[in-house]
Structure formats: structure tokens, C-alpha cells
């Protein structure tokens, strides 16, 4: 199955450049240059992933990425801007987004992360929004975890987005930075321990799941490893 994008992009050089690359590597892409337009394809078509620049000349991203939050729920998308501010991406984090990918930008990674996303989502079924890989399943609206049918474990909303950024990420090397700014906006001592913490914790509950661990790279990061 060829997935299916949604492009929202005003500058059009780049989203020319990026409509036609993605293309190449087997993605189907509607492009649309404002807001509004994006809005009403949203909730008249069905797309994999939607990619949205904040910057529009008519409402920002963030006001499309609401209206899509509240009329096409379960449809995923990511943030691509030229904006850096932590506040901006904490933002965008907040309003349930995927990923937030800052210009200028590597095509090759790009693809690499809407692929992760959509393999994510593959698991998810309308009205019963479970993420499946072997017994482990996850609720990601209700920040619960069920382990072999019977455990339920109920997340902290961190612990739910660091997941989520980790299976955004699967089978590749997060640096310990990458991890802390994408997820808490921040990179700093504290942080860092905290983030041990949490990773402790998601190992314990992945416990005994043969398909799913995390590795440690000393002195560099994390592997998410997620076998097909």
C-alpha cells in the first residue's frame, strides 16, 4: 500500500523540492499552500501523515493542527518550520504532534521519520486506538499500557511522549540531547538523570516482550528495537 501525504507548505521552491522527493521514494502527496485549504482536505480526505509549516499566510500551523486534533482525531501529523524556540516546540508537542522537524532539514531523515510515524500507526484501528506489537499494547488517548491482555499500566503523560517519540524512532541510534529536547524541550544535568529514570521505568514494563527492547550506547544514547 503507497501511504498517502498531505504537504502544507507556502514557500513554493521548497515545497516543490519536497513534494517531488517524496514522490520519488513511493509516497502519494497532495500539497496545499494555506491553512484553510489544508483544514478542509484534512476532513475530506484520509491521509497517513499530514506535514505542516506553521508559518502560513493565512492561520498558523498550530491553529491546523487544533482544527485537525478536533475533526479528524486520529489522522497523524508532524510540525516542518523554520521556527527553533523551545516554546515552539513544546507547542506543537503539546497539540499531540508526532514529531517537529526544523528547517533547513535533511530530505533522507524526513523520509526516515514519516516512515517511522506511519509504521507506528499502521497498529491503530478507528475506534480502537491500540498500538499492537506482540502482547504489548498501547493506548495512546488514555495513557495506558496492557501487557499479556490482563496488566493495564497507566502512564505519566512524559513517559506517554517519551514512548511515543522512541516508536517514532524505532531501530535507530537517539542521541541522549536529541532525546531530551524533542521530549522536554530541554537538555540539561537534571534532565539527563531524569531521563535514566524513565528509561528504567519503560524497561520494566516491556519486561519479557520479545519483540521490543532498549539498548544502551554508553556515553551516547539509546536504541528503540522493535523487530517486524
Not at 485549504?37 to 500551523?61: E, F, M, T, V, W
Not at 532498549?214 to 551516547?220: L, R
Request: proline share 3%; glycine share 6%; charged share 25%.
Amino acid at each position: 500500500m503507497i501511504a498517502r501525504l498531505l504537504l502544507v507548505e507556502d514557500e513554493i521552491d521548497l515545497g516543490n523540492i519536497t513534494k517531488q522527493y517524496l514522490e520519488l521514494v513511493d509516497f502519494t502527496v497532495d500539497w496545499c499552500t494555506t491553512g484553510k485549504d489544508a483544514q478542509r482536505k484534512a476532513c475530506s480526505d484520509s491521509y497517513h501523515l499530514i506535514i505542516i509549516d506553521i508559518n502560513l499566510p493565512d492561520i498558523n500551523g498550530f491553529e491546523v493542527a487544533s482544527y485537525i486534533k478536533q475533526h479528524a482525531a486520529n489522522m497523524p501529523f508532524l510540525f516542518l518550520s523554520a521556527r527553533r524556540a523551545k516554546t515552539d516546540r513544546l507547542t506543537g508537542l503539546k497539540l499531540g504532534a508526532d514529531d517537529y522537524v526544523t528547517k533547513p532539514f535533511d530530505i533522507d531523515e524526513l523520509v526516515l521519520r514519516i516512515r517511522n510515524i506511519i509504521n507506528r500507526n499502521r497498529g491503530m484501528v478507528p475506534g480502537h486506538p491500540c498500538l499492537q506489537i506482540g502482547d504489548f499494547c498501547y493506548y495512546r488517548d488514555t495513557l495506558k499500557l496492557v501487557v499479556g491482555g490482563n496488566k493495564e499500566i497507566s502512564l505519566t503523560p512524559q513517559t506517554s511522549r517519551l514512548l511515543d517519540y522512541l516508536l517514532s524512532n524505532s531501530n535507530r541510534l537517539l542521541e541522549r540531547k536529541e532525546i531530551l529536547e524533542h521530549v522536554w524541550g530541554s537538555n540539561d544535568y537534571f534532565l539527563g538523570r531524569s531521563l535514566d529514570v524513565f528509561m528504567s521505568r519503560l524497561r520494566k514494563y516491556l519486561k519479557g516482550n520479545e519483540l521490543i527492547s532498549i539498548s544502551n550506547v554508553y556515553g551516547v544514547g539509546f536504541v528503540f528495537n522493535v523487530k517486524a
